[in-house]
Every structure is written in structure tokens, then in C-alpha cells.
């Protein structure tokens, strides 16, 4: 694994991250914590559509990185066009489902004191727009991904994150109207969309020599071939996210909007300390596919090496922020901020080291094919970490929610490296 293709990933994931340092506190000040809260709900939701994907996008990555291990890169075209056109038929029908939801009542299950709920209305059908280029990019990024284009990747989600926290902020100075804020997401994913589709037909024209336009042709056995795979990792594409972000909607259906903001800002803290090991786990994942078909003796040795680094670096990571966090966030939040978010933050520390590792373990059963794997790990989990969130927020608030998140961490944690291990690799 070439160390250009992990700092490529690293720029792209920690410029947004200064950028969201600088532009979060500003945007709170400027919208307040109740908008705020909405907002985080909107890029959580964003993040969610991921799933409309249907998995297809990283069964693209697995498979395109397989044939080009097999020096069977005629079939790519195929692949890319297959892919494309289910996305996109997700994406829709997604967009179509999100806007009847708005219309027939879908906002009153928002609480809030002072936002109408027209505004919150029309968010959600601006919303609806991004979800197609949401999926659609997902897939055309694992095109990408397979193709080792990490510093292309890594430019567009600069723009992309620059756009995420700086377009609601310029936004914000002449309107605190939510739909309007939403509108600056809307219109940077659909901006993404073209230029990944761009970056990946590049790919084609740059690695294959022999590629036509007319070669991009839908296969319904290659869309079964995908389905494989993709179907299992979509099941995990539904539960996972939404395990990752029931969090802040149950947060803000149980205890109020303001309080995700409680939640949500030191979350976003921790959660960004996790920027290397996917800047690694990312490159692993088409790499260790690859290498398993050109050196199937080498490729274990490479994994665990990497896997001790990357819990080696992770475990101080952590370690520091735990002590760290009071400092952190008064500096950051120029003393704005409520006390409830440090001893928050702090749980989640613990979780974010344990999904450091589990990271790891996640891209080696992919690379080995093995999505039903991850995907039945996350539908044992969903009940369990539900079930627990509910008991722990009406108990211990959003406390409770850190303390839930970081334990369903351990566990999806533990329960990879076991399967993988019982492998055998």
C-alpha cells in the first residue's frame, strides 16, 4: 500500500474537519442550538441515504479490484454502467418515498419551539433532491476507490466537506430559514455527483486502453453478481447508519432539538479523530482484494501489520482526547458550551477506539467476500443497541446515548475479529 494513496485520504478528510473547527461555532452563534440541532439532523440524514446505494458501490469496489487482480479488466465497463443505472433507480425511488413523508405530516415528529413547521416541510422535500446524488456518488466513489484514485477522491470531499459547513454558515448571514441552509447541501451533492462521475470514467479512459463509451452496458448477470455481495453489505448499509444516527433523532423525539446539540458537537469532535484509520481502512479494502488474487501469500501478513498500527496509534488517540476534551471544546467553543458535552465526549472515546479496530476487521471480511458476515453481526446488534439506547436516554439522558454508542463499539468489535479469526483467514 502505497503511502500516497493514505496521504491523499488524510488531506481530504482533515481539511473539512479544520474547516468544521472554525465554521460550527460561528453557525451555532448564528442559528442558534435549536437549527443547529436540525441541521445535524439533515447531514445525518444525508449520510443515511448512503444506503440507497443498495451496497452497490462497494460491491463495485470488490469486484472491479477482483478483476483487475485477475487481468480481466474488459468486463470493468460492464460493471460501472450496471452499477450506475441500479443506483440510480434506488436513488429515486428514495427521493419520490422521502417527499410523500413530507407532505402527509412528516414534520410534526420534530419537536421544536420556534420553527414553523412549514420550514421544516420544505427542508425535508430539499432534502429528497440529494438522495439520487447521494447514491449515485457512492457508487461512482468506489469506481475510484478500485482504481487506487485516492487523490482524486480526496480533492472533491475537500470541496465537498468545505461546502457541508461553510455553505449553511455564508447562508446563515442573510437567513437563519432552515430550507434555505438545507438548500446550499442539496446543491454541493449534486455538484459531486458530476465531478465523481468525471473522476471515474477518467479511470476508464486512463487504465484501459481498449475502453469505449459503447461499452458501457447494463448485464443482468453482472447486476446479479453484485446483488451478492451488494445486498448483504446494503443490510448493513441500512442497520449500520442507522445505528449511527438513531442516536440524534431519538435525542431530539425524547429530550428536545437543543439537547442533540449537546450531543451532537462533541461527537463530531471524537468522531473525527477516526480520519487516519479511514484513510487506511479505505486503501486496505481494494488493496488486500487485490493482493489476495496476485499474492494470496502475502496479503495476511501485510493486514496484520497495518492492524497493530492502526490500534497502536488509535489507543493514544484516544487516550489524549479523554484528557484532553475539557480543553478542547472550551477552546473551541470559546467557553460556549454545555459541561454535559465533556463527560460526553469523553465516552465516546472509548467507542471510537474500538471502531478503530473494528474497521480493520470490517475491510478483511469485505475483501474476502464475506459481507453476510458484517451484515448478520449488524442485524444481531440493531435490537440489542436500540433497546439499550431507549433505557439509557430516559435514564441518564445524553449521557446515556454516549455510553450506548461506545458499547455497541466493544461489541460489533469483537464479535468481527472473532468471525474473522474463525476464518482462519
Same mark, same amino acid.
Given at each position: 500500500m502505497k503511502l500516497a494513496h493514505i496521504s491523499w485520504n488524510l488531506f481530504g478528510l482533515v481539511l473539512p474537519l479544520l474547516i468544521a473547527m472554525v465554521s460550527l461555532p460561528l453557525l451555532i452563534s448564528s442559528i442558534g442550538n435549536e437549527r443547529f440541532g436540525l441541521l445535524a439532523l439533515a447531514w445525518g440524514m444525508m449520510s443515511y441515504a448512503g444506503i440507497l446505494d443498495l451496497g452497490i458501490g462497494r460491491a463495485l469496489t470488490q469486484m472491479v479490484s477482483r478483476l483487475r487482480g485477475q487481468?480481466?479488466?474488459?468486463?470493468?465497463?460492464?460493471?460501472?454502467?450496471?452499477?450506475?443505472?441500479?443506483?440510480?433507480?434506488? !436513488?429515486?425511488?428514495?427521493?419520490?418515498?422521502?417527499?410523500?413523508?413530507?407532505?402527509? !405530516?412528516?414534520?410534526? $415528529?420534530?419537536?421544536?419551539?420556534?420553527?414553523?413547521? +412549514?420550514?421544516?416541510? @420544505?427542508?425535508?422535500?430539499?432534502?429528497a433532491i440529494a438522495l439520487p446524488a447521494q447514491a449515485m456518488s457512492a457508487t461512482y466513489r468506489g469506481m475510484n476507490e478500485a482504481y487506487l484514485n485516492f487523490k482524486g477522491i480526496s480533492i472533491l470531499r475537500?470541496?465537498? !466537506?468545505?461546502? @457541508?459547513?461553510?455553505?449553511?454558515?455564508?447562508?446563515? $448571514?442573510?437567513?437563519? @430559514?432552515?430550507?434555505w441552509l438545507i438548500a446550499s447541501l442539496v446543491a454541493s451533492r449534486v455538484a459531486a455527483l458530476l465531478v465523481f462521475r468525471h473522476l471515474a470514467l477518467s479511470c476508464l479512459?486512463? @487504465?484501459?486502453?481498449?475502453?469505449?463509451?459503447?461499452?458501457?452496458?447494463?448485464?443482468?448477470?453482472?447486476a446479479k453478481t453484485l446483488f451478492s455481495f451488494g445486498g448483504?453489505?446494503?443490510?448493513?448499509?441500512?442497520?449500520?447508519?442507522?445505528?449511527?444516527?438513531? +442516536?440524534?433523532?431519538?435525542?431530539?423525539?425524547?429530550?428536545?432539538?437543543?439537547?442533540?446539540?449537546?450531543?451532537?458537537?462533541?461527537?463530531?469532535?471524537v468522531a473525527q479523530s477516526l480520519i487516519l484509520v479511514g484513510a487506511?481502512?479505505?486503501?486496505?479494502?481494494?488493496?488486500?482484494?487485490?493482493?489476495?488474487?496476485?499474492?494470496?501469500?502475502?496479503?495476511?501478513?501485510?493486514?496484520q501489520r497495518w492492524l497493530v498500527r492502526v490500534g497502536g496509534m488509535m489507543l493514544l488517540v484516544a487516550l489524549s482526547m479523554i484528557l484532553l476534551m475539557p480543553y478542547i471544546l472550551?477552546?473551541?467553543?470559546?467557553?460556549?458550551? +454545555?459541561?454535559?458535552?465533556?463527560?460526553?465526549g469523553q465516552i465516546l472515546c472509548l467507542g471510537v477506539f474500538s471502531n478503530s479496530v473494528g474497521a480493520m476487521y470490517y475491510a478483511l471480511l469485505h475483501a474476502r467476500g464475506k459481507a453476510y458476515i458484517t451484515a448478520k453481526i449488524h442485524m444481531f446488534e440493531l435490537p440489542l443497541y436500540l433497546t439499550f439506547l431507549y433505557f439509557a436516554l430516559q435514564h441518564f439522558g445524553v449521557i446515556g446515548a454516549a455510553m450506548a454508542w461506545s458499547a455497541r463499539m466493544a461489541l460489533d468489535t469483537i464479535l468481527l475479529s472473532l468471525n474473522a479469526r474463525r476464518l482462519k483467514f
Open positions: 487481468k480481466q479488466t474488459q468486463e470493468v465497463p460492464v460493471v460501472l454502467a450496471t452499477a450506475s443505472r441500479i443506483t440510480m433507480t434506488a !436513488g429515486l425511488i428514495g427521493s419520490t418515498a422521502i417527499v410523500i413523508f413530507a407532505l402527509f !405530516g412528516g414534520a410534526q $415528529f420534530v419537536k421544536t419551539e420556534h420553527i414553523p413547521l +412549514d420550514e421544516i416541510r @420544505n427542508s425535508i422535500i430539499l432534502l475537500v470541496i465537498l !466537506g468545505t461546502l @457541508n459547513f461553510a455553505g449553511p454558515l455564508l447562508i446563515s $448571514f442573510f437567513s437563519t @430559514n432552515l430550507a479512459k486512463n @487504465n484501459e486502453p481498449d475502453y469505449t463509451p459503447a461499452d458501457l452496458v447494463y448485464s443482468k448477470q453482472t448483504w453489505v446494503t443490510v448493513s448499509s441500512i442497520i449500520s447508519p442507522m445505528m449511527v444516527q438513531m +442516536d440524534r433523532f431519538m435525542i431530539a423525539s425524547m429530550i428536545s432539538a437543543a439537547a442533540v446539540t449537546v450531543y451532537v458537537v462533541p461527537y463530531e469532535l487506511i481502512s479505505s486503501v486496505i479494502f481494494p488493496t488486500l482484494t487485490r493482493l489476495m488474487q496476485e499474492q494470496p501469500q502475502e496479503w495476511l501478513s501485510y493486514f472550551d477552546i473551541w467553543l470559546q467557553g460556549n458550551f +454545555d459541561p454535559t458535552s465533556v463527560t460526553v
